[in-house]
């Protein structure tokens, strides 16, 4: 029987899928979107890095980084979605980050298995290959639907993208757990805060670009 938290994460997952519409289809709203998602992931990670670092040296060094990265993040972002090759690239690998998040959550609680790290202890094998499997069959089929092309380079690219998203997800895991908190935040019924949900994503989308400009 699916538990009430599984319940909130699809209900969370498919109102992002309706976000990601959105920001596809208009530009001013995927400005404000990013805008509001940039300000509650940095209150988040503030959150964070107040917990770990007592120093305020390493404290205002951790959060700049994090600030420029989101910073630069969203500027690529809004700029690659100017131009249509770039944006059909752009949000196939988003879509792939997304999918590869219920990849790893569906296919982890169905079959469950060994522990992959102990940074995150949810996180198992079964999960990783999931996420991977839900990338690679997005990603290709979008790449396919769009360029009326596949190939085994895709399929590099998508693994490339989940192992990113995945990354992601367990850098996240690593400080939440240094900071002793369960979530980033409480936003997102199911998932958390912000961070917690897009934390795969923050990596994800590099990965897949990089990816692309190596491979493809």
């Given amino acids: ?3 009430q938290n599984t319940v909130k994460r699809i209900y969370t997952s498919l109102l992002l899928f309706f976000l990601v519409f959105l920001m596809a289809s208009i530009n001013f709203i995927l400005i404000y979107i990013l ?9 988040e990670f503030l959150k964070i890095s107040q917990k770990i670092f007592a120093n305020h040296l390493y404290k205002f060094f951790f959060n700049t980084i ?19 090759p770039l944006k059909i690239m752009l949000y196939s690998l988003l879509l792939g980050c997304v999918a590869s ?7 982890g609680k169905m079959f469950k298995g060994k522990k992959l790290t102990k940074i995150s202890p949810n996180k198992t094998y079964s999960g990783a290959i999931g996420s991977i499997f839900f990338t690679c069959l997005t990603i290709s089929l979008l790449f396919f639907i769009f360029t009326d092309k596949f190939n085994i380079n895709i399929l590099l690219i998508s693994i490339i993208t989940s192992i990113g998203c995945q990354l992601g ?3 996240i895991s690593y400080l939440k757990r240094c900071a002793k908190i369960k979530d980033t935040g409480s936003l997102l019924p199911g998932h958390g805060g912000i961070l917690d949900r897009i934390d ?16 493809y």
């Fill in 1 to 3: 029987m699916i538990n």
């Fill in 35 to 43: 805008i509001l998602i940039s300000i509650f992931c940095i209150l």
């Fill in 66 to 84: 994090f600030f420029l990265y989101i910073f630069i993040y969203c500027y690529f972002f809004v700029f690659f979605s100017n131009f249509l």
């Fill in 101 to 107: 998040d219920i990849g790893g959550f569906i296919v």
């Fill in 169 to 171: 997800d367990l850098f």
């Fill in 200 to 215: 795969g994503i923050l990596v994800g989308i590099p990965a897949g670009f990089i990816a692309i400009t190596i491979i």
